[in-house]
Structure formats: C-alpha cells, structure tokens
C-alpha cells in the first residue's frame, strides 16, 4: 500500500475481508499511509482439501463463501472501525434490499456497495433500492441518512464481547440510562427484553428477566410499573405495556432454552434467610446463582409471604406464585414453612448450626392500630389478617355491612374480597379521594364492584353494644397544606360528627413488621422503633453477621428487596471467615446470654448509668452517626468493613398493585360505587 500511494494521486480504497483477526489495527496502518476509504465486506477465502492427492486446494468464490449469511462481520466490523477511525467506510456484502443498506448505515458505515446483487439482478437494483430508500425515509419523516448514521454504534456488542456462555443473552447500551430503566426499583433491562420478545426470541427475553430476579410472571401481573409512567412513547401515542409484555415472556418463554441461568460452582458457606416473601426468596434465588446454599424460614404454612396470603388470587393466580417459587428451590434454596424464628428458634440456633450469615426479610404482616375508643370489639378486623385467613381458606366471618378503614392496597383488596361476601362495602379515607395512595385502576374496578368509597372522614371512636360492633363514629376533615413529604395534610372540622351503622369494621392503615423478639437478640440494638436498626443502603447491621432488607429495614411498600442484600452477603463472607479464624472459636458471649458478634467498629455498649438515647437520637445513630465519637456510624459506613454495593436495587415491594387484571367471577352487588 505504501509502494501504491507513492506513484499515484488517485483516491485510494482498500478493500478488506472479515478474515482478518483485529481490522482496527490495519485499518490505523492504512489511514497514516494515506489511503482515503476502507470498505469491509464479506467475502472469504475457501480452503478444501484433495483426498487423493493429499494437497490443500486454496479457491474462493460467491457459491458458500460469502452472501447474506456473513452480513453480521461487516456490520460488527463497521461498528467498531467507524468511530475510532477519520476514513469513509464503506460496507459491502449480502445487501439486496433497503433494509441491508439502512443496517449498516445505523452501524457507521459512509456508504454502502452493492456486488453480487448486480451480477443477479443487473444495475436496476441500484434503481430499485435508492427508490425504495426515498420511500422509507418520507414515510419515516428523514430528511437525510445522516440522522441515521451511527445511532447503533454504542448499542451494538463487540465481537470478542460476545457471551457464548448464554449468561448474558442480550447487552443494550444506551447512551445514558433510559427512564424506563431509571424509575424501575428493581434496575431492569427493560430495552433489553422488549427488543428481544419483538424479535421473537421469548425464551432469551425470559431468560435475561430471570438474571435479575425469579418472579417475572408475578411482576408481569401485579408491578405498579413505574418504568410505563416514565416512558417516553408517552410523547408520541401511549406507553408501551411494559408490565404485560414481561407477563408474555413468563408465558411463553422457557420453552426450548432453560429460564433460570446456570448457578456458579457450588461454595461452603451457608446462609440464614428469615422470612420467605419476595425480598427473602429473591435473594435467597441470586445467593444460589452465586454458588451460596440457603435456607429460607417462613413462619406462615405456605411460602411467598404477600404474594401468597395478601394478593387476592383474581389478581395474582397462586399456581403462577408456586410455579416461580418452585424454581427457586429447584436450584437447591429449602424453604421451612410453619417455623419461626424468635419462638421455635432463635439466630444463635442459627449460628450453631453452621450458617455463615443470616438475612432478615420479615415483611410486614403486622397492622397497625387506629389508636381510637372500641378497636376491641367484636367485629373489629385487622385487614392484612382477614386477607390472610382468605388466602389460606380459613372462614372469614364479615356482618351485613363492612366499612373498611383506609386508602391504600389492603384497603382496596380488603374491600373487594369483601364484596365477595358480603352485600354492601362502605370504604371512608382521612384526605381527598384523589389523595388515595392506592392505584386509580384498582379503585375503579372497585367502584364498578359496588364498593362505595367516602373521602375526607377521619375515625373517631367504634361504637359497640354488647360488647360487638354497631357503626363507627367519625369526623369530616378538609385539606390543608402539603407537609413535609408532600402529602396533602387535613383537620378535623369541629362538630361535623357522624355516626355510620355497621357491624363490621376493617382496619388497613398500614402494616409494621412482627419483630419484637429481636429486642432479645445481643444487646438489643437490631430492634429500632418497630423496624430492624439496619443501613438502608447496605443492609447491614451491628451484628457482624447479620444483614436486613425489605419491609423491615424501611416500612412496608418502601423496602429494598433481595437483590442487594446477596451482593452484600457475598462480599461480607471473606471478612467473617477472616473473623472466625482470627478468633480461633472464642465466643465472648453477650448482655443477653446471647453469642456476640458485633462489628469491631462498634462502640461498646454505654455505662448503665448512662441517659437512654429517645427516639430521635437513635434514627440520627442510625442513619447518620451523629453524636458518636468521631462521627462513627455503627451500622453504616463501617458496615461490611466498609464495602458498599455496586449499585442500588429500591426493591421488590411486599403489597404490588395489579395492571390491567380484571377479577372474573365471585360475588358482588354488581352496581357502580359512589364516591362522596
């Protein structure tokens, strides 16, 4: 090429074949000679062998060396020239038709060649394709291929990236994160699914869902899909159905390629995982991934917690939750329903029996209470309890007229199991109907079951006589400013009482996780104002191994899942092997009679004289550290000797509304409920 460039002035194009190992490097070679353009194409020398002779016979030619079959080097190959490179590239092979040329422009390429086809349908095939592009980009709105020219070059894998293993069976890389991406608690690769159930590839899409986590089919039916709101095909027509197209691919994937990914060799450790709700199951899922053996415990008699005892089945149909809890343990996790932890066992039991860690994701299946005069009357009902006893066909016994107390999940799903058992619902809410945290399609189908909701009524008192229920007294609020987490606020309007008769109330104001037997594990320090004194961010806590996530780090509905707790679990497992070598079997023993194993950063307990921290001072230790020598956090920084996660997951939450499921059958008034 050298030789070449010196004895003419002409402009200089090499033509290269895809048998070249690395292109970038000849290509860097050529552009310092001189040379104007590059074109790639996919042509290759054909090698056979004569058996009688014994001689290699070297020949090429189109008949099986090139053609559309090895379109994909040259569109690889102009994907990772054209950006690093100031010549006109030029893509060449297996094009015959507008959308072979369009491919490699989207690659980079500055234009494409057009050989065989010319040979097989003559130079009118230049005619026909620059028409047929015209057509396509008046269709599309283009003024030019410019606007096309490489859009795919950061979105297309490299050849040498390419996982054969099927561990990662589809790569998009946006310039950026998508929004959808972005709003999604559980970080998933939205694009990358969606792109693959549009190619057909059902069992890849399902397979790239369940690298993240093992409940698509659950997802796909009750997510309140945030990625939809952030879409931005919102600014063109409507969102895309995200949520039901993960539903498809739990559908109909799986058929020929296997859906879960193949776990990593198995390890020694083991680890502990309290509760079996999603956050417990998920990350007792990624755990096995990752080679680690756990062991859920799960104190109700069936596992899956609010997927299984408080989704009503018209939304989420249990063989769905069974299926996805079964190939979890098929990748060796145990789950032991009916035992629970504080009661039956304790986490010292836990430790002696050889778990290297132990994982708290108790959620939240304990209601909160209204705090007014008569909440213990008969026929006064929890609500996350009477959707419980439901789910597990215990007999619910409900009066002629229920008022449910509330405006959120359990509210709306309590409200509408209800109307399957009774004839008239009655729901009231503190604030503004539109202030109701449950979904807008949730509380429609609601209304359409003949559920009536009465906004701005706040409880004042439950009124009894004989000791069971009669009607509930309450009061009529008006809105006021938003505080300080942006909710509208209210207040009472003085002497606008009233009285509504029933003979059944149903509290669903929130959930709060049973965890007060934790207030005797160590010193007592994991229990913190009804939630496990943990780093929202790491899940770690004072106890060295002992890690939280979900419901009882943050409150119900909050909760980051499973997800980021194996990735913290995994990389605090070292340390404490380190840790228990150190320490060569020596088990100091704690306040409680209790094993000890608080983190060496973790200040000794305080002198028994010592003022108690309130309720404030002790959020500010835990999240903050404030008021500690040195500005030391016991339960964050120095958690995991200070490793942090890779990313952040905002998790799967306990109570997940539904999408465009609509209950079938069951009994109902079968009128459209009023809103007042």
């Given at each position: 090429?050298r030789?070449?460039?010196?004895?003419i002035?002409?402009?200089?194009?090499v033509?290269?074949?895809?048998?070249?190992?690395s292109?970038?490097?000849?290509?860097?070679?050529?552009?310092?000679?001189?040379?104007?353009?590059?074109?790639?194409?996919?042509?290759?020398?054909?090698?056979?062998?004569?058996?009688?002779?014994?001689?290699?016979?070297?020949?090429?030619?189109?008949?099986?060396?090139g053609?559309?079959?090895?379109?994909?080097?040259?569109?690889?190959?102009?994907?990772?020239?054209?950006?690093?490179?100031?010549?006109?590239?030029?893509?060449?092979?297996?094009?015959?038709?507008?959308?072979?040329?369009?491919?490699?422009?989207?690659?980079?390429?500055?234009?494409?060649?057009?050989?065989?086809?010319?040979?097989?349908?003559?130079?009118?095939?230049?005619?026909?394709?620059?028409?047929q592009l015209?057509?396509?980009?008046?269709?599309?709105?283009?003024?030019s291929?410019?606007?096309?020219?490489?859009?795919?070059?950061?979105?297309?894998?490299?050849?040498?990236?390419?996982?054969?293993?099927?561990?990662v069976?589809?790569?998009?890389?946006?310039?950026?994160?998508?929004?959808?991406?972005?709003?999604?608690?559980?970080?998933?690769?939205?694009q990358?699914?969606?792109?693959?159930?549009?190619?057909?590839?059902?069992?890849?899409?399902?397979?790239?869902?369940?690298?993240?986590?093992?409940?698509?089919?659950?997802?796909?039916?009750?997510?309140?899909?945030?990625?939809?709101?952030?879409?931005?095909?919102?600014?063109?027509?409507?969102?895309?159905?995200?949520?039901?197209?993960?539903?498809?691919?739990?559908?109909?994937g799986?058929?020929?390629?296997p859906?879960?990914?193949?776990?990593?060799?198995?390890?020694?450790?083991?680890?502990?995982?309290?509760g079996?709700?999603?956050?417990?199951?998920?990350?007792a899922?990624?755990?096995?991934?990752?080679?680690?053996?756990?062991?859920?415990?799960?104190?109700?008699?069936?596992?899956?917690?609010?997927?299984?005892?408080?989704?009503?089945?018209?939304?989420?149909?249990?063989d769905?939750?069974?299926?996805?809890?079964?190939?979890?343990?098929a990748?060796?996790?145990?789950?032991?329903t009916?035992?629970?932890?504080?009661?039956?066992?304790?986490?010292?039991?836990?430790?002696?029996?050889?778990?290297?860690a132990?994982?708290?994701?108790?959620?939240?299946?304990?209601?909160?209470r209204?705090?007014v005069?008569?909440?213990?009357?008969?026929?006064?009902?929890?609500?996350?309890?009477?959707?419980?006893?439901?789910?597990?066909?215990?007999?619910?016994?409900?009066?002629?007229h229920?008022?449910?107390?509330?405006?959120?999940?359990?509210?709306?799903?309590?409200?509408?199991?209800a109307?399957?058992?009774?004839?008239?619902?009655?729901?009231?809410?503190?604030?503004?109907?539109?202030?109701?945290?449950?979904?807008?399609d949730?509380?429609?189908?609601a209304?359409?079951?003949?559920?009536?909701?009465v906004?701005?009524?706040?409880?004042?008192?439950?009124?009894?006589?004989?000791?069971?229920?009669?009607?509930?007294?309450?009061?009529?609020?008006?809105?006021?400013?938003?505080?300080?987490?942006?909710?509208?606020?209210?207040?009472?309007?003085?002497?606008?009482?009233?009285?509504?008769?029933?003979?059944?109330?149903?509290?669903?104001?929130?959930?709060?996780?049973?965890?007060?037997?934790?207030?005797?594990?160590?010193?007592?320090?994991l229990f913190d104002?009804?939630?496990?004194?943990?780093?929202e961010?790491?899940?770690?806590?004072?106890?060295l191994?002992v890690?939280?996530?979900?419901?009882?780090?943050?409150?119900?509905?909050?909760?980051r899942?499973?997800?980021?707790?194996?990735?913290?679990?995994?990389?605090?497992?070292?340390?404490?092997?380190?840790?228990?070598?150190?320490?060569?079997?020596?088990?100091?023993?704690?306040?409680?009679?209790?094993?000890?194993?608080?983190?060496?950063?973790?200040?000794?307990?305080?002198?028994?004289d010592?003022?108690?921290?309130?309720?404030?001072?002790?959020?500010?230790?835990?999240r903050?550290?404030?008021g500690?020598?040195?500005?030391a956090?016991?339960?964050?920084?120095?958690a995991?000797?200070?490793?942090?996660?890779?990313?952040?997951?905002?998790?799967?939450?306990?109570?997940?509304p539904?999408?465009?499921?609509?209950?079938?059958?069951?009994?109902?008034?079968?009128?459209?409920?009023?809103?007042?």
């Amino acid at each position: 090429m050298r030789g070449v460039r010196a004895q003419i002035d002409l402009p200089l194009i090499v033509k290269l074949t895809p048998q070249l190992t690395s292109p970038l490097s000849f290509v860097a070679a050529l552009e310092e000679i001189g040379v104007e353009g590059v074109t790639l194409f996919n042509r290759f020398t054909g090698l056979e062998i004569d058996t009688e002779t014994g001689r290699p016979v070297m020949h090429g030619g189109y008949a099986g060396h090139g053609g559309p079959w090895a379109r994909n080097f040259v569109l690889r190959w102009v994907n990772t020239i054209s950006p690093q490179t100031g010549l006109q590239i030029s893509a060449s092979g297996g094009v015959s038709e507008p959308e072979h040329a369009l491919a490699c422009i989207m690659a980079g390429a500055a234009t494409v060649q057009v050989c065989t086809g010319i040979y097989l349908e003559g130079y009118d095939i230049l005619t026909r394709l620059n028409a047929q592009l015209l057509e396509t980009m008046e269709r599309r709105g283009i003024e030019s291929l410019d606007e096309l020219r490489g859009q795919l070059t950061e979105r297309i894998v490299a050849l040498e990236d390419v996982d054969r293993r099927h561990l990662v069976v589809a790569e998009i890389q946006p310039r950026g994160t998508a929004p959808c991406r972005w709003e999604c608690p559980l970080n998933e690769d939205v694009q990358g699914y969606l792109d693959l159930i549009a190619e057909g590839k059902y069992d890849h899409a399902l397979r790239l869902i369940k690298q993240n986590h093992p409940f698509p089919g659950v997802l796909g039916r009750c997510c309140h899909h945030p990625c939809e709101t952030a879409c931005t095909r919102c600014d063109v027509d409507d969102t895309i159905a995200i949520a039901a197209m993960k539903r498809f691919a739990a559908d109909h994937g799986g058929r020929y390629l296997p859906a879960t990914p193949e776990p990593a060799p198995a390890r020694e450790e083991r680890v502990a995982i309290i509760g079996a709700g999603p956050g417990g199951l998920t990350a007792a899922y990624r755990l096995a991934l990752m080679g680690y053996r756990s062991t859920v415990f799960e104190r109700l008699p069936v596992a899956g917690g609010m997927l299984a005892v408080g989704i009503p089945d018209y939304r989420l149909p249990r063989d769905v939750v069974n299926h996805e809890i079964s190939e979890i343990e098929a990748l060796g996790v145990e789950i032991r329903t009916g035992v629970e932890v504080g009661a039956d066992l304790t986490i010292d039991d836990l430790r002696d029996e050889g778990y290297a860690a132990v994982l708290l994701a108790v959620g939240g299946h304990k209601q909160r209470r209204l705090g007014v005069p008569g909440e213990d009357l008969d026929g006064v009902v929890e609500g996350v309890g009477m959707l419980r006893d439901h789910a597990l066909g215990a007999p619910v016994e409900l009066g002629e007229h229920v008022v449910i107390v509330g405006g959120g999940d359990v509210a709306i799903d309590g409200s509408r199991v209800a109307m399957r058992l009774t004839d008239r619902v009655t729901l009231v809410y503190r604030r503004r109907f539109e202030d109701m945290p449950a979904r807008r399609d949730e509380i429609e189908e609601a209304l359409e079951e003949g559920v009536e909701v009465v906004a701005q009524l706040q409880p004042i008192e439950i009124v009894g006589e004989g000791g069971s229920v009669v009607g509930i007294r309450c009061a009529r609020t008006r809105a006021t400013t938003p505080g300080e987490d942006g909710r509208v606020g209210f207040e009472i309007d003085e002497g606008s009482e009233e009285l509504v008769a029933c003979d059944t109330v149903i509290v669903a104001i929130g959930q709060l996780p049973d965890i007060e037997w934790l207030q005797h594990v160590g010193d007592g320090d994991l229990f913190d104002c009804d939630l496990v004194a943990a780093d929202e961010t790491t899940g770690a806590t004072c106890e060295l191994d002992v890690f939280a996530c979900g419901d009882c780090v943050t409150g119900p509905g909050r909760g980051r899942g499973g997800g980021q707790a194996r990735r913290l679990l995994h990389r605090g497992l070292p340390e404490r092997r380190r840790d228990r070598a150190a320490r060569a079997g020596a088990a100091p023993r704690g306040a409680r009679g209790g094993h000890s194993r608080r983190r060496a950063d973790h200040p000794d307990p305080a002198p028994a004289d010592a003022p108690a921290p309130g309720r404030r001072a002790r959020r500010r230790l835990r999240r903050g550290g404030a008021g500690l020598p040195g500005g030391a956090c016991p339960r964050r920084g120095a958690a995991v000797h200070g490793l942090r996660a890779v990313r952040q997951l905002r998790g799967l939450r306990a109570r997940l509304p539904v999408d465009r499921h609509r209950p079938r059958g069951g009994r109902h008034a079968g009128g459209r409920g009023e809103v007042r």
